[in-house]
C-alpha cells in the first residue's frame, strides 16, 4: 500500500507541476524579469523593450526542477493525510487540495506577499518562521474545523488562524523598485497559479487514490 501511495504522489506531482509549470512560465516569470529590470535601473521610470520578457534556458529549467520537486513534495504530504483520513475520489482530493492553498499560499500571502526583486523585505530567518507558524497553524485549524463540530474545539481553530496574523509578519522596510502595479499583479498571478496547482495536485491525488490504492470508483 505504501508504495502504491508513493507511486500516486509521484504522479500527482508530476502533473500538479506540470500545471503549476504551464501557467507560471507565461504569466508569473515575466513579471519577475521585469522587476528585475527595475532593480538594475533603480527606479521605476523604466521603459520595457521588445522581447525582454522571455526567460533564459537556464532559468527555466531551474524553474521547472524547483516546480516538479515542490509538486512532489507537497503530493507526498498531501496523499499521506488523504491516506490516514482513509479518503479518496475527486471531491475529498478537491477538499484537500483547497486546504492546501489555504494553509500554504493563502494564509501565508496575507502577511507575506509574494515578493517581486527589489521588493523590501525583513529578515529572512524571521519570514521563515512566520510562514511555517502560520502554515502549520492553518492547517491544524482546518483539521480542526474539519472534523470537530463542538464550539470549543471551533473556538481554537478560529485562535489558531487568528494567532499568527496578531504577532504580525516581519516588517518590510523602504520603497520597492517595481510599480506597485507591477506587486499586485504579481501577487494575484501568483495566488492564481497556486490556486490552480493545489485543485490540480488534490483532484489528481483523490482521484489516483481510489483508482490504485482503494480500488474503489472515483
Not at 15 to 28: C, K, W, Y
Not at 74 to 99: C, T
Not at 154 to 171: R, S
Request: aromatic share 12%.
Amino acid at each position: 500500500m505504501y508504495f502504491r501511495l508513493g507511486i500516486v504522489a509521484l504522479l500527482a506531482g508530476i502533473i500538479g507541476g506540470s500545471v503549476l509549470s504551464a501557467v507560471q512560465l507565461p504569466f508569473v516569470t515575466p513579471l519577475i524579469l521585469e522587476a528585475e529590470r527595475y532593480e538594475e535601473t533603480g527606479t521605476q521610470n523604466h521603459a520595457h523593450e521588445e522581447g525582454e520578457a522571455s526567460a533564459p534556458s537556464q532559468r527555466t529549467f531551474l524553474t521547472l526542477a524547483a516546480n516538479f520537486l515542490t509538486a512532489i513534495a507537497f503530493a507526498l504530504l498531501l496523499n499521506a493525510g488523504l491516506g490516514l483520513a482513509g479518503e479518496s475520489g475527486w471531491r475529498a482530493g478537491l477538499l484537500w487540495g483547497l486546504g492546501g492553498f489555504t494553509a500554504f499560499s493563502l494564509a501565508p500571502s496575507v502577511g507575506l506577499p509574494p515578493e517581486l526583486p527589489g521588493t523590501p523585505a525583513g529578515d529572512l530567518f524571521e519570514r521563515q518562521v512566520w510562514w511555517f507558524g502560520t502554515a502549520a497553524a492553518t492547517g491544524a485549524a482546518l483539521f480542526l474545523f474539519g472534523r470537530f463540530r463542538k464550539p470549543l474545539w471551533v473556538l481554537l481553530g478560529v485562535v489558531l488562524v487568528a494567532l499568527p496574523h496578531a504577532i504580525g509578519a516581519p516588517d518590510a522596510r523602504g520603497p520597492g523598485t517595481a510599480p506597485d502595479s507591477l506587486a499586485r499583479t504579481f501577487v494575484a498571478m501568483t495566488l492564481f497559479a497556486n490556486l490552480l496547482f493545489w485543485v490540480t495536485l488534490g483532484v489528481a491525488s483523490g482521484v489516483l487514490q481510489a483508482r490504485f490504492v482503494r480500488g474503489g470508483k472515483c
